[in-house]
């Protein structure tokens, strides 16, 4: 079964395990017009990813247009003056690359994976759609048809994928770190080809892009091509990023999403500091050692207690992701086990999250979780993508390409103090959100709900 | 994984579906540039277990997969029960629980885990190269697979949990459509049925029917393991010995039966209350070693397997916002494996889809691609080459599936060199010939619920 929340601290942080190579390892440029460039080589292949990020995402948006971020992204793939709609993707297929894009809360990314003697392709075809979109009304009608038909298949349909949509909203009251990537309904079907234009005329330029290339390149040939394809766009000025930042909590928050679903979830976020909004690093890294204590493999507390021993719950686990620009959750969630309801499940697992603010945490939990952290490492060299992915979001949530070494040292420092400590001071009711699924079954004749099920406040259920 | 898990985490939204389909599809692409072909090497453990090796150096790790002839095809009178002895193995031994293997392998930053399918059963692993993690974790992984104890009570919360995974697709519109084409598509054969079993079949299986079905599956000449890593030719040797040292020798588990040939076209309609209806529409199709495979990828490539350039995502995505996304793939098995067509579409959209892509599927196997899809196709799956064996773990995939299947260690550049042959002629006759066009399924599930995901009375904002 799917795991609610992979511990997903590992993958985003890759940390050297003590080799031979140099600090970063990676070679950073800047362009005269503020345009960044990171390179890291990888000869294994003769193969390249590049990629350009951009920064800006839904904690940029307002509500009424939530999801401009993630529609833009896909308009990038409709045409320029000099290319027509699909013809980036056909030109990178025909020499045998592939190309994508995601969004997110705090980026928006555009990557090519192709032989290492193309890259100049990718470079010269991303310059072109930095400033010469075309965003035909036509074609953004269509484009955000497929919009809607994605949220309703990553969302609407996936009972907990709303509820995680909804536990988030309830969590962050006040800050736009609340809203969904792809956008709220509503937003998503009032949105118009001038919103999407003025969002690409605000944010796409190059002092807010950064170039990530990983692979069979030399730095100072990546920098020259750089330059020759991006070095004459003009640097604009951005609006300000707003400090997402949120108000105190007050006190604990429960939202019920009702779906069509056969099984009930449990869906658990403390709000806590992301590597950008902590007052000492410490702390986050420290949150990470602890997530791995809950769910760093099958021998970590959560999948040994209260999956196999309690038996409480089917499946289970714990994730933290410190890179952000805001404020993030640490998560815990479930699904029951057979013949177990949810209120079992909840008090399991909030049990664990005392224990560790209470009782022993053993130096071979601390030394396993460590010695996991630099495997994964290791593991995670093996794909170019996934490094560059590291790259570009170091660098767009704004810590910068050393705070990679700084994130191994200080989680090699953590001690079962430091976890009890920031167990007790984040780990607290103040801070959490609960929201639990209730399935209304599949059969097709259960009620629509309305807003009568809502979560305590009243005001925290968006959508 | 990782990066899935990654992106889908931090980006929750992106441009192209991650189609598990595509994945299948692309088993066989790995097609590394000349200078670049990696050596594959053969031999055969001393107690009968096929290996295949390749030697690489870049990074201190290993990646293993030990594949057995032990999938859900091989469940018999006991629907389900390959699943659950594949779980089974890491609920312990004789003398090590589940929470002991758990930290013998995490102690050591090792990732081990198990699985199974329609074909096969699998153990894999990768872990840190040095003798010091690698020795403990193979011995420990070398005895849970050749001596699970199945200890009652794991057995029963191991049943437990696959019953929650039968609910969990119950609820899934996905899951269901593709268990509805299986079921239409296969009639009686050994692939027909939903793999996890029933409710019913997993109470009716004992602790004696999984020890038997692992005392004949889990046999070494019933298996096949790919390396890929930081050893020598001499350690990998090593290292093979330790994993299937501890198996019985066994015999092979005897071919499937054919897949027999569909009577008519069927169309299957389940509601569900979802908001897009889950569409699948194909036939059977071919089994691993069809000899015009490359012609047939290229061809399905143009057809609805190259991403954004494809016909389908062409007509019903770009031309029309229908889908998010549209896909269409050969999965090769053991025995004759599906093609398939799916879609999601919101559900007042259905009927134009379907309707789009059967029209797409008949004209192209009337006519098949043109030369120009042809000769764009064999560009990009030749010259992507490179890119689909650039690291470890997925090189380790494809030397399980050629071993597997027993394909020849040169199967990736023999593939890679036929496919630049092919021409439109070659791929239209090999899709006629492997596809065809008629009798077929076609599966709608859900798309039943009003879409109004931000009305009743909450769009307070």
């Known amino acids: 079964m799917q795991k609610y929340a992979a511990r997903l601290l590992a993958l985003t942080m890759c940390l050297w395990a003590g080799n031979a190579l140099a600090a970063s390892g990676v070679s950073e440029f800047e362009l005269d017009n503020g345009m960044k460039v990171l390179v890291r080589e990888d000869h294994r292949a003769p193969v390249v990813v590049s990629q350009v990020w951009y920064g800006v995402g839904s904690v940029d948006e307002h509500r009424g247009i939530t999801g401009v971020s993630h529609v833009l992204e896909h308009m990038m793939f409709k045409g320029t003056g000099a290319h027509g709609p699909g013809e980036f993707s056909e030109i990178i297929a025909r020499n045998g690359g592939k190309d994508n894009a995601f969004t997110s809360h705090d980026y928006t990314a555009y990557y090519q994976q192709i032989a290492a003697d193309e890259l100049e392709t990718c470079l010269r075809l991303e310059a072109d759609r930095m400033t010469g979109l075309t965003l035909a009304p036509?074609?953004?009608?269509?484009?955000?048809?497929?919009?809607?038909?994605?949220?309703?298949?990553?969302?609407?349909?996936?009972?907990?994928?709303?509820?995680?949509?909804?536990?988030?909203?309830?969590?962050?009251?006040?800050?736009?770190?609340?809203?969904?990537?792809?956008?709220?309904?509503?937003?998503?079907?009032?949105?118009?080809?001038?919103?999407?234009?003025?969002?690409?005329?605000?944010?796409?330029?190059?002092?807010?892009?950064?170039?990530?290339?990983?692979?069979?390149?030399?730095?100072?040939?990546?920098?020259?091509?750089?330059?020759?394809?991006?070095?004459?766009?003009?640097?604009?000025?951005?609006?300000?990023?707003?400090?997402?930042?949120?108000?105190?909590?007050?006190?604990?928050?429960?939202?019920?999403?009702?779906?069509?679903?056969?099984?009930?979830?449990?869906?658990?976020?403390?709000?806590?500091?992301?590597?950008?909004?902590?007052?000492?690093?410490?702390?986050?890294?420290?949150?990470?050692?602890?997530?791995?204590?809950?769910?760093?493999?099958?021998?970590?507390?959560?999948?040994?207690?209260?999956?196999?021993?309690?038996?409480?719950?089917?499946?289970?686990?714990?994730?933290?992701?410190?890179?952000?620009?805001?404020?993030?959750?640490?998560?815990?969630?479930?699904?029951?086990?057979?013949?177990?309801?949810?209120?079992?499940?909840?008090?399991?697992?909030?049990?664990?999250?005392?224990?560790?603010?209470?009782?022993?945490?053993?130096?071979?939990?601390?030394?396993?979780?460590?010695?996991?952290?630099?495997?994964?490492?290791?593991?995670?060299?093996?794909?170019?993508?996934?490094?560059?992915?590291?790259?570009?979001?170091?660098?767009?949530?704004g810590v910068g390409q050393d705070a990679y070494e700084r994130y191994q040292e200080g989680v090699q420092q953590v001690t079962a103090a430091d976890v009890r400590r920031v167990a007790q001071r984040y780990l607290t009711d103040e801070r959490l959100t609960v929201a639990q699924l209730v399935p209304d079954g599949v059969d097709g004749n259960a009620p629509r709900r309305g807003a009568g099920e809502g979560p305590i406040g009243g005001d925290t259920i968006v959508d | 994984m990782s990066i899935d898990a990654l992106v889908h985490h931090a980006a929750a939204a992106a441009r192209r579906v991650a189609a598990a389909a595509a994945a299948i599809g692309l088993l066989a692409t790995a097609l590394p540039a000349a200078a670049a072909m990696p050596d594959v090497q053969q031999w055969t453990t001393d107690n009968g277990a096929r290996v295949m090796f390749i030697e690489a150096h870049e990074i201190p790790a290993v990646n293993v997969q030990m594949t057995f002839a032990a999938g859900s095809a091989r469940d018999g009178e006991h629907p389900g029960i390959a699943h659950l002895a594949s779980d089974l193995l890491m609920s312990g031994t004789a003398d090590m629980d589940a929470d002991a293997l758990a930290r013998a392998y995490e102690?050591?930053?090792?990732?081990?885990?198990?699985?199974?399918?329609?074909?096969?059963?699998?153990?894999?692993?990768?872990?840190?190269?040095?003798?010091?993690?690698?020795?403990?974790?193979?011995?420990?992984?070398?005895?849970?697979?050749?001596?699970?104890?199945?200890?009652?009570?794991?057995?029963?919360?191991?049943?437990?949990?696959?019953?929650?995974?039968?609910?969990?697709?119950?609820?899934?519109?996905?899951?269901?459509a593709r268990r509805a084409f299986w079921k239409a598509a296969y009639g009686d054969h050994p692939y027909a049925h939903e793999p996890l079993g029933t409710p019913d079949s997993l109470d009716a299986t004992t602790r004696a029917d999984l020890q038997a079905f692992h005392d004949r599956y889990y046999v070494a000449r019933n298996a096949n393991l790919a390396i890929v890593g930081d050893l020598t030719r001499e350690r990998a040797q090593a290292?093979?010995?330790?994993?299937?040292?501890?198996?019985?020798?066994?015999?092979?588990?005897?071919?499937?039966?054919?897949?027999?040939?569909?009577?008519?076209?069927?169309?299957?309609?389940?509601?569900?209350?979802?908001?897009?209806?889950?569409?699948?529409?194909?036939?059977?199709?071919?089994?691993?070693?069809?000899?015009?495979?490359?012609?047939?990828?290229?061809?399905?490539?143009?057809?609805?397997?190259?991403?954004?350039?494809?016909?389908?995502?062409?007509?019903?995505?770009?031309?029309?916002?229908?889908?998010?996304?549209?896909?269409?793939?050969?999965?090769?098995?053991?025995?004759?494996?599906?093609?398939?067509?799916?879609?999601?579409?919101?559900?007042?959209?259905?009927?134009?889809?379907?309707?789009?892509?059967?029209?797409?599927?008949?004209?192209?196997?009337?006519?098949?691609?043109?030369?120009?899809?042809?000769?764009?196709?064999?560009?990009?799956?030749?010259?992507?080459?490179?890119?689909?064996?650039?690291?470890?773990?997925?090189?380790?995939?494809?030397?399980?599936?050629?071993?597997?299947?027993?394909?020849?260690?040169?199967?990736?550049?023999?593939?890679?060199?036929?496919?630049?042959?092919?021409?439109?002629?070659?791929?239209?006759?090999?899709?006629?010939?492997?596809?065809?066009?008629?009798?077929?399924?076609?599966?709608?599930?859900?798309g039943d619920r009003a879409d109004s995901g931000h009305q009743g009375g909450q769009g307070a904002q």
Not at chain 2, 299 to 308: C, D, I, M, R
Not at chain 2, 383 to 396: V, Y
Not at chain 2, 418 to 443: I, K, N
């Open chain 2, 239 to 446: 290292l093979a010995e330790t994993l299937t040292g501890p198996l019985a020798a066994g015999k092979p588990a005897p071919a499937l039966p054919p897949v027999p040939k569909l009577e008519h076209d069927r169309t299957i309609h389940q509601p569900f209350p979802s908001t897009q209806a889950h569409v699948l529409i194909g036939r059977p199709a071919i089994a691993r070693g069809y000899e015009r495979w490359p012609a047939l990828y290229v061809a399905n490539h143009v057809l609805g397997g190259g991403g954004f350039s494809s016909r389908l995502m062409t007509e019903v995505r770009e031309k029309r916002g229908l889908v998010y996304g549209v896909y269409s793939y050969v999965s090769p098995m053991a025995a004759a494996g599906p093609f398939i067509i799916g879609l999601q579409t919101r559900g007042d959209q259905t009927d134009q889809a379907v309707g789009i892509v059967r029209k797409e599927f008949d004209r192209f196997y009337d006519e098949g691609p043109t030369t120009d899809e042809v000769d764009d196709a064999v560009k990009n799956i030749a010259g992507g080459f490179p890119l689909r064996i650039d690291s470890n773990a997925d090189l380790s995939g494809y030397l399980s599936m050629m071993g597997f299947y027993g394909l020849p260690t040169d199967y990736l550049s023999r593939f890679r060199n036929e496919v630049r042959e092919v021409d439109a002629t070659a791929a239209h006759a090999a899709f006629a010939d492997a596809v065809g066009q008629r009798p077929r399924v076609t599966v709608i599930v859900g």
């Open chain 1, 138 to 397: 036509e074609q953004f009608q269509r484009e955000v048809g497929v919009v809607r038909e994605e949220r309703r298949q990553r969302i609407e349909d996936q009972p907990r994928s709303l509820t995680y949509e909804r536990m988030r909203a309830a969590a962050f009251p006040a800050s736009t770190a609340r809203q969904p990537v792809i956008g709220w309904s509503a937003d998503l079907e009032a949105l118009t080809a001038q919103d999407v234009r003025d969002w690409y005329e605000q944010w796409y330029a190059p002092n807010n892009a950064v170039l990530v290339v990983v692979g069979d390149v030399d730095p100072q040939q990546v920098l020259a091509l750089a330059r020759k394809h991006f070095g004459d766009k003009k640097p604009i000025d951005l609006p300000r990023r707003v400090a997402s930042t949120e108000v105190e909590p007050r006190g604990e928050t429960r939202v019920k999403v009702h779906a069509a679903a056969k099984l009930p979830y449990l869906a658990m976020g403390w709000r806590v500091p992301s590597l950008t909004t902590v007052d000492d690093p410490a702390d986050a890294y420290a949150l990470d050692v602890l997530a791995g204590i809950l769910d760093g493999g099958r021998s970590a507390r959560i999948e040994r207690n209260v999956v196999r021993g309690r038996e409480i719950a089917a499946s289970a686990g714990a994730g933290y992701s410190p890179m952000a620009r805001t404020d993030e959750l640490f998560t815990i969630g479930g699904t029951p086990a057979q013949g177990r309801d949810i209120d079992t499940l909840e008090q399991a697992l909030r049990a664990e999250v005392e224990r560790l603010k209470e009782g022993d945490i053993g130096a071979a939990e601390l030394d396993r979780v460590k010695t996991n952290v630099r495997a994964s490492d290791v593991f995670q060299r093996d794909s170019m993508y996934y490094q560059a992915m590291r790259m570009g979001m170091l660098e767009t949530i």
């Open chain 2, 107 to 176: 102690n050591e930053g090792a990732e081990v885990s198990t699985g199974a399918a329609r074909d096969m059963g699998w153990v894999e692993f990768r872990s840190l190269s040095e003798d010091e993690h690698l020795q403990p974790v193979a011995r420990t992984v070398a005895r849970m697979t050749a001596a699970p104890a199945f200890p009652d009570a794991e057995i029963e919360r191991v049943r437990s949990q696959q019953k929650t995974s039968l609910e969990n697709k119950a609820q899934s519109p996905g899951d269901l």
